[in-house]
């Protein structure tokens, strides 16, 4: 099993960036599958973005372009680079593992962007 902490988010203007770091308990060499999840007040929690084991990666439509999902084994991290953020983009992030059958959440760290 793994133990997931997101960290990075905070305040930011329209049109700034961020980037949100994922720190995991273990190696994630092995993971299947690692992702970043969004959910706003009101909205329900939606995919942002993914990265494969393979280094696969697949975007939601709103942020392709502008965001960006990396994976450092390393160090046991996951990253999401957020550039020309958007109103739009305000939401607690989530880090997201799968490993086999089982998946694992982070408590998320909350973006909020300013007009």
């Known amino acids: 099993q793994v133990q997931l902490v997101e960290s990075g988010g905070g305040l930011v203007q329209a049109g700034g960036s961020l980037r949100l770091s994922c720190a995991a308990s273990r190696s994630i060499f092995s993971v299947n599958a690692m992702g970043w999840y969004r959910q706003a007040p009101g909205k329900q929690r939606e995919l942002v973005a993914r990265i494969t084991g393979g280094g696969s990666t697949n975007y939601a439509d709103s942020v392709k372009g502008r965001f960006t999902i990396s994976r450092d084994n390393a160090k046991n991290t996951l990253y999401l680079q957020m550039n020309s953020l958007k109103p739009e983009d305000t939401a607690v992030y989530y880090c997201?593992?799968?490993?086999?059958?089982?998946?694992?959440w982070g408590q998320g760290t909350q973006v909020t962007v300013s007009s």
């Open positions: 997201n593992a799968q490993i086999i059958h089982l998946e694992y």
